[in-house]
């Protein structure tokens, strides 16, 4: 059984009239330490998709197993506690918090449960360092480059040592070259950690470092 299983998952909208149709059997099996790229034009369903792996939306049919637990069977305050415990994402936009240093900010996720314990502090500087950042640690989102907030992000997708790392278009706001370093940022990482990594991107150039290349298109997602 793999970690990740997404079983025919189908996505539909109500919109004004006519239902849409973004999802149309959607299934994809990954395992620790796996990685693969969704690519397919905009407007196609990938951030629909990320979402519904992520737990942070529900499917119209179709079934999403993570290590074999049905996320959706869960009720809505165990489901978040499982979504920030198993569950990493990384977003274009870093969404980090600008009042907050770099090390509150990788503690966010420690905090949903309370106060962040001594060997929540010890992870999360390990991961500054380990992204790169170690002289950077108290300084704010303002005061780091694009980059450098992503690899802020990652750390802090990183903290509860989620099974899953999902990132939709995490270099889509950063230079070419920077973009590869993000991207191999989080293949190192996803492989030493041993997560399922998941990453949205346009770019087929970023795409061809990952292990699997899917292609989203009308509902349906096939290699590459
Ligand atoms: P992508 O990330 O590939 O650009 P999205 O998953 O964001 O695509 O969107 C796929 C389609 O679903 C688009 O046509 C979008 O307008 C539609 N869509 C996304 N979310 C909603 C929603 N909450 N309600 C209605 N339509 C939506
Ligand atoms: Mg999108």
């Known amino acids: ?17 006519e239902a849409l149709r973004v999802l149309d059997g959607v299934s994809l099996d990954l395992s620790r330490g796996e990685n693969a790229a969704i690519l397919g034009p905009s407007g196609s369903g990938k951030s629909t998709l990320l979402q519904i792996i992520g737990t942070l939306d529900s499917p119209t049919s179709g079934s999403v197993r993570l290590e074999g637990q049905d996320p959706f069977a869960l009720d809505e305050p165990a489901l978040a506690s499982f979504r920030n415990s198993q569950i990493g994402f990384v977003f274009q936009d870093h969404h980090l918090l600008p009042q907050c240093s770099v090390l509150e900010n990788v503690l966010i996720p420690a905090l949903a449960t309370g106060r962040a314990a001594a060997a929540d502090v010890e992870r999360a500087r390990g991961l500054i360092e380990r992204v790169g950042l170690a002289e950077r640690a108290e300084h704010r989102p303002g005061e780091l480059s694009g980059g450098e907030r992503q690899r802020v992000a990652i750390a802090r997708a990183m903290l509860r040592q989620p099974v899953l790392l999902l990132a939709d278009e995490p270099t889509g706001n ?51």
Do not use: Y
């Not at 997560?195 to 096939?222: C, F, P, Y």
């Open 1 to 17: 059984m793999a970690d990740l299983e997404v079983r025919d998952v189908c996505k539909q909208f109500a919109t004004r009239g």
């Open 174 to 224: 950063l230079d070419q070259s920077t973009a590869h370093s993000i991207t191999e940022l989080l293949l190192e990482v996803s492989r030493d950690e041993g997560n399922v990594l998941i990453v949205v991107t346009h770019s087929l150039e970023l795409a061809a470092a990952l292990d699997r290349r899917l292609q989203l298109e009308r509902g349906k997602l096939q290699p590459e």
